[in-house]
């Protein structure tokens, strides 16, 4: 089955830096790669996603690029605010039996200090 | 917007006893979700429900049952609660995958669940 890794657990930047979150996944047959967001005590929402037939994609201050050769895409924060504080979780979505199951990386804990 | 509503937010059960934990979404969606979260193991899938009285085993779904006889509602059941069963757990739905749509996820806002 599919299994993603994600690096690193922990960033800390201070507000203004870029803040980069990578991850990697196993099956070759993984089509889209969301990202979600989950505020101290909220859901997770998401934030943004990519499909595998896209190289990269962008929203304003944050993109996702993905090489399908090296089965691996990257969250990028550009001129990051203390509210992007958060745990970021990335995830692919593979066929499995049947059915899509979207399989979570183990999150990234990103600190914006002031 | 969509709403999936989680009806404990916090419960505190003891070994042995068994725990229902429900979920309500309110979009009509056909496939809902329920997720383990963990420190520094992300969201792990238990079950997920594709239509009513459909269900399939996800990754870590020993413990666990789950129960779907309404579409907009689908429950977890912990038997015999266990102290390793103590977790938060998510819920989510999704609408159906076609024309194009990706299908986000739609997360509930967690039950914390210890178990002593």
Not at chain 2, 15 to 24: I, M, P, R, S, Y
Not at chain 2, 35 to 48: A, C, E, M, N, V
Request: aromatic share 10%; hydrophobic share 30%; glycine share 8%.
């Amino acid at each position: 089955g599919e299994n993603v890794e994600q690096h690193p657990s922990t960033l800390s930047v201070q507000e203004g830096d870029s803040a980069v979150i990578k991850c990697t996944y196993s099956d070759s047959a993984s089509n889209y790669f969301p990202w979600y967001k989950q505020e101290l005590g909220k859901r997770p929402q998401l934030i943004i996603d990519i499909r595998s037939n896209v190289g990269e994609k962008k929203d304003q201050r944050i993109a996702v690029t993905l090489n399908k050769t090296a089965k691996h895409f990257s969250l990028h924060i550009t001129e990051t605010q203390p509210e992007d504080s958060a745990v970021y979780f990335c995830a692919a979505r593979a066929p499995s039996g049947g059915y899509n199951k979207l399989i979570f990386g183990a999150g990234t804990r990103l600190a914006v200090h002031p | 917007d969509v709403k999936v509503t989680q009806s404990s937010r916090y419960l505190v059960k003891r070994t042995g006893e068994k725990v229902f934990l429900e979920c309500v979404q309110d979009m009509d969606h056909e496939n809902m979700f329920w997720y383990r979260q963990d420190p520094g193991l992300g969201l792990r899938l238990i079950y997920f429900s594709y239509d009513v009285k459909m269900k399939e085993k996800g990754d870590i779904p020993e413990g666990y049952s789950v129960s779907r006889e309404k579409k907009e509602r689908f429950s977890l059941i912990l038997e015999s609660a266990s102290t390793n069963q103590t977790s938060m757990y998510l819920c989510a739905s999704r609408g159906r995958l076609a024309g194009g749509h990706h299908g986000e996820l739609f997360f509930g806002e967690g039950s914390r669940l210890t178990v002593l």
